[in-house]
Structure formats: C-alpha cells, structure tokens
C-alpha cells in the first residue's frame, strides 16, 4: 500500500490528484471489467495518464477470479454483460470476503434513474454513463479511492484505539493487582511488625529480680524517646541485642526496619561500602548499586554490636553521620540524607578503650544518649528458675520432645553456678541436658558445664557435683580482661588438645564472645590448617588435624 501520512490530519474531504498519486509510492490497483475491448482501450488509456495500476477482465467470472487474486483498490464494472451482468458480478464480489469493502462504480449505457438504483442495490459506490467522459471518470476513481484510502486509515486507527485501549485496560488491572497486592503486603508487614514488637516486646524478658523490673522500666522510657542513641553495656550473653530489638520494636519506629551489624566482624577494607554503600564501579567487584546499612536502616535503627572492635578510620566517618544525618556511598558525589537511631553495645570496658585511644570520646558521647548497664545473671540469681522453666518449653518445642523437668538439685546446681555465658550459657545448659537426660528428670549429672562450676564457693555437700562430657575436660574460665593478640587462638587450641573437639557454643563460653566472634576464630584457625571442621551449621565441631 501507499504512504497514508498524508491524510491523518485532514480537517476536509480533498480528493488526491494524479501528482499525489505519482509520489505515494506503489500506485492503486484499478480492475476494469467490460465486455467491449474498444471500451476497455479507451478507459484504459485514461487510468495509465493517471499513474494508476491497471488490471481488466472481459467477463464477470473473470472479474471475480481476478479480484481474489490481485485485490484491487477500486473497480470500474459494465452493467450490460453475458451470461454474468455487472449486478449479478457486484453482489458477489460483495459476498466474499476479500472484496467486500472494495468500491465499485458502475459505467453503463443506461442512464434511467431504476437502473442507477439498481447499481447501488447491488452495492456500487457510484455510477457513470457512457459515451464516458475523461475527466469525469478520472474525479470519480479518485474520489472514491481517497475515501477508501481514509475508510482503511480510520479502520487503522480504530484498531490502533481498540488495542491501545486493551493495553490501557490491561495496565489498569495490573494496577489494581498491584494496589491489592500493595495492599495485602502492607497488612503483612503490620502483622509481622506486630508479630515481631510481641516477640522481642518487653515480654520477651524473663525475670522478676529487682535488677531486671528496673531494666525494663529504662527500656519503656527509651521506646518513648525514638530519637535518643543508645549504649547498651553488659558481658557476653546478658542480652544486648535483644534489649535493642525490644527498644526498637516498642518503638514508633517498629515499622521501619531494624539492621543488626557486627562490628568486628567486618573486615577494615570493606568497612565504608557496608556502612555507606557503593556505586556501581566504585571498585573492583562493585557490579551494581549497593545500600549500606545506613540507608537500609533508613527510619528506624541500627544495631551495632561490639562497637568497640570499630576501626578508628570508620569511627571518624560514624561520627560525622551521626552529627549531619547525611551519607555518601563509595563511588559517589551526591550525598543522602538519613534517619537512623543507634543502638551500640559491647563487651568490653568502653571507658578503658576511650583513655588508650583506641574509641574516640565524641563517638562515645554521640552514642551515648542513654547507658544501659545489663546485669549479669550472677547478680540476678533469682531469675534462674524462670529462665530455666522458660527454655525448657522453648527447647523441648523445637525439638519436638516432651518438656523435661529439673529436680531440685540440678536447679540448685544453676543457682550456684557463676554463669561466666550468663544467659546464652543457661540456655545451652538447658538444651544439653534436655538431650542427655532423654526424658528422664534433669539431674545435675546432666548439666555440662565449661567452666569451674565451682569458683566462688564450694558446693554444698548434699549436692552432686556436676559432671562434664568428658572427663578430661579442665576447666576454662573465660577472660577478665582484654586478650592480647593471639591469645584467644591459643587458648581454643589448648582447649582442643584436652578437649579432643570444639563447637562454636564451647567457643563462646570458654573465651566470653559472642557468637559471631567465636564463628570468627575458628574459621580463621581452620583457613590457617590449625584446625579441622566436621559437620555443617549448628553441628559442626573442630578437631586438630
């Protein structure tokens, strides 16, 4: 077909002229069907003038054979022929599918107004009488080729609509699966907010010790105070991050996400791209546009433990975010601005780290908009036997036993006990002997200590001395002070000597760590060929080679 631009914006019908024609490109097809060669010779001779492309037939079967297989865009048709007349050729061509929209102007003798009637009855668009006129045949095949030309653009256009208008349709149903689907996440992320504010609520804590109703009366306070940074102080095992995730998700800021990060765990040369993020090639291996924790965090809080392992580099640039609320990702130019509480804990004697320079005293300060002291479990002994009754319950349903039950020599044993793991040790003390004891009463025989159960002060006679795994075990109290470099290696491969093997748990009771810090140690031990690993995740265990 022939370039249709032209006639998109017409505001008026104007018939193409015979340059029009010449510059469109392919010209028009015309079928001339008459059963009079002289006739056929001279309007033949008009259309060719014309530029137009020309077919003829001399009969209508011919006419009809023609057109199904050439498809012509207009037909001039005799009315007056053998055998098939030019209505009986009309109301065929307008039967079959191929030519129904086919204009057909009729060119006869007869000029009475019946057989013009009778011309558009059998579905002619239009009527010319011979002797014909040049002119007047060349208006009328133009015309009509210029209204079929505009009936196909609007037809065009019309499907253009219908499909744009599906698309629209399609588009707006994608949108409103999205908006259900916006809307269902929405109510999903409010139940797994409150699922999670339930979890790590207030009632998440077990105790009614003084020392402990008086943490979770500071802890109210601070879900009230949702911009107030907080330093939570305590040894290993008391319960830092879940005092943070209580803080945060008591908080008005339950719905933004809350991001635990490891301090010590992150190795110096990637410290800035985790906690800033990066921009796609800042660096070797930067693939991608990547969120720090920061901007992850971004509305709610930060959770940095064993914030005084922190490198003094990353401290200064930790510090400017906290005074500014803005960031920088590695690679880039533009900085972010940023709402994020902090919670920090460690282990360690912060204000020892401050006076030998190794944590800065305006970090600290910006830190600490509120000091949280966690008490040991020593100094909330009264605490035990509901710490004890409580992981037996959560123990015995993750394992799918029976709950156990402690007698009450093994609970005086826990009471005696100077828990250097506080409460993490309790609970592996209590998932130990609900294995050992396989169903039977929990005796203090059962009870696998680490470390001296006995350090402050003898066992009183009428209770049974607990019994370790092996007998060979000595016992391993677990650091006062800051280890000096190598020390923590050296002590988990003596325990090994002993001990034949260590998992992570033993780790972290015997050196006073936390989980990730223990995990830390012995991969290093291992990746150094120290140290052997047997078994996958939490039963994994290390063995001298």
């Not at 007349?85 to 009729?106: N, W």
């Not at 005074?323 to 804990?345: C, F, H, N």
Request: hydrophobic letters at 40%; proline letters at 6%.
């Amino acid at each position: 077909m022939w370039n249709h631009d032209r006639f998109s914006n017409e505001q008026s019908f104007m018939p193409l002229s015979v340059t029009d024609f010449q510059s469109q490109g392919p010209n028009p097809r015309v079928l001339v069907v008459d059963d009079e060669p002289i006739n056929l010779e001279v309007i033949a001779n008009y259309l060719e003038e014309a530029g137009l492309a020309l077919s003829v037939a001399t009969s209508g079967e011919e006419a009809l054979g023609l057109t199904a297989e050439l498809a012509p865009d207009l037909i001039l048709l005799d009315i007056l022929m053998p055998e098939l007349d030019g209505y009986a050729t009309c109301r065929r061509l307008k039967q079959a599918r191929t030519s129904a929209e086919t204009p057909v102007i009729f060119m006869s003798a007869l000029s009475e107004t019946v057989d013009k009637l009778k011309g558009f009855d059998a579905g002619g668009v239009d009527y010319v009488t011979k002797p014909l006129v040049k002119e007047e045949v060349l208006a009328r095949v133009m015309a009509h080729l210029t209204i079929a030309l505009q009936r196909q653009k609007l037809q065009e256009h019309n499907r253009d609509l219908k499909r744009l208008n599906a698309e629209l349709q399609a588009e707006g149903d994608r949108r409103c699966q999205a908006e259900a689907a916006l809307e269902v996440a929405d109510r999903q992320l409010s139940s797994l907010s409150q699922k999670e504010a339930q979890r790590w609520g207030i009632d998440a804590f077990i105790g009614q010790s003084p020392r402990m109703l008086d943490l979770l009366d500071e802890i109210r306070r601070l879900q009230q105070a949702v911009r107030t940074n907080v330093v939570v102080l305590g040894e290993s095992g008391t319960g830092k991050e879940l005092v943070a995730r209580a803080i945060h998700f008591g908080s008005a800021r339950s719905t933004a996400p809350f991001v635990p990060v490891n301090c010590s765990a992150i190795p110096a040369e990637l410290a800035d791209a985790e906690f800033f993020g990066h921009l796609k090639g800042a660096f070797t291996g930067a693939a991608a546009n990547r969120k720090g924790y920061f901007e992850l965090a971004h509305g709610g809080a930060l959770f940095l433990d064993e914030i005084g392992d922190m490198p003094l580099a990353l401290q200064a640039k930790l510090l400017r975010i906290l005074e500014d609320q803005r960031l920088t990702p590695v690679g880039g130019s533009q900085s972010k601005a940023v709402d994020v509480r902090v919670v920090a804990a460690t282990n360690v004697a912060i204000q020892s780290r401050i006076l030998d320079n190794a944590f800065r005293r305006d970090l600290y300060f910006r830190l600490a908009g509120y000091v949280l002291q966690l008490p040991p479990l020593r100094e909330r002994k009264e605490d035990i036997p509901l710490l004890a009754e409580h992981f037996l319950d959560q123990l015995a349903q993750e394992m799918g036993r029976s709950k156990g039950r402690m007698t009450r020599e093994a609970l005086e044993t826990l009471q005696n006990y100077h828990f250097p793991g506080n409460v993490r040790e309790l609970r592996n003390l209590i998932e130990y002997a609900l294995i050992s004891s396989d169903g039977r009463p929990i005796a203090p025989r059962h009870l696998h200590f680490i470390a001296d159960p006995t350090p402050q002060a003898p066992t009183p006679p009428s209770l049974a001395q607990p019994q370790a795994v092996r007998a060979t075990e000595p016992p391993f109290p677990p650091p006062t002070r800051r280890a000096r470099p190598g020390e923590h290696e050296r002590m988990i491969v003596d325990y090994v000597r002993t001990a034949e093997q260590v998992t992570n748990s033993e780790c972290q009771d015997l050196l006073g760590v936390t989980h990730h810090r223990a995990s830390y140690l012995l991969k290093k031990l291992h990746k150094t060929g120290q140290l052997i690993r047997e078994g996958e995740r939490r039963w994994a265990y290390y063995r001298l080679p």
